[in-house]
């Protein structure tokens, strides 16, 4: 019954813990969700690959979520997430920078002017940013979609995003996992969607 009627894994899992007081063998549970919105906002923008149409984005995005009633200190949390995988997009996506001639460009103190550079040949590609706010009895669910026009990645690196060896490039990965409940990509790596769970009563 707990597991029919939460909201989502992570209200599922702290009822399981309330109820569990000693464990005497690991527990695995796998939680599916079908997305269906019938009942949520949906707000939909796009913007260009251009540093100056970044800014709008995370500006307007702040307001989406507030407005949506996202309390002060998750719509930080989101934000920077939003903002992590937006920059994602754009350098890696659509300017078609890898992470390791990032670290380089970055060393050499020229990332900026490869930016500008990049932005001649591909500022015309856009990066596509959906957002969802599905309400359920106990819980408010905040999705936001973010997806470029690039070629993608493989997404198997995720499987060793949380390495403590980890490289470079998997560090916004795990810093974006910190600050909202879930994440992930589609199988192309083009388009990754971000979950903030909040609680009715905050």
Not at 14 to 28: L, S, Y
Not at 175 to 199: C, E, P, R, W
């Amino acid at each position: 019954r707990d597991f029919c009627e939460a909201s989502n894994y992570k209200e599922f899992l702290n009822t399981a813990q309330k109820r569990v007081e000693t464990f005497d063998d690991d527990m695995t549970f796998l939680y599916i969700e079908k997305e269906i919105c019938k009942n949520c906002s949906i707000e939909q923008f796009s913007i260009k690959s251009r540093q100056d149409q970044l800014e709008y984005a995370v500006e307007k995005m702040e307001k989406i979520l507030l407005d949506y009633g996202l309390t002060p200190q998750n719509e930080a949390y989101m934000s920077n997430a939003f903002l992590e995988m937006l920059l994602n997009a754009y350098e890696h996506g659509n300017l078609e920078i890898s992470h390791d001639e990032k670290s380089k460009y970055m060393e050499e103190g020229t990332f900026d002017d490869v930016l500008q550079e990049r932005e001649k040949t591909f500022g015309h590609k856009k990066i596509f940013i959906n957002t969802h706010i599905k309400e359920s009895a106990k819980t408010k669910t905040f999705k936001v979609e973010v997806r470029d026009e690039g070629k993608g990645f493989d997404t198997s690196i995720m499987r060793n995003k949380f390495s403590k060896k980890g490289l470079y490039s998997g560090r916004g990965l795990v810093m974006t996992s910190k600050m909202v409940d879930a994440f992930y990509y589609n199988h192309i790596g083009n388009k990754v969607i971000l979950k903030k769970f909040q609680n009715k009563e905050q």
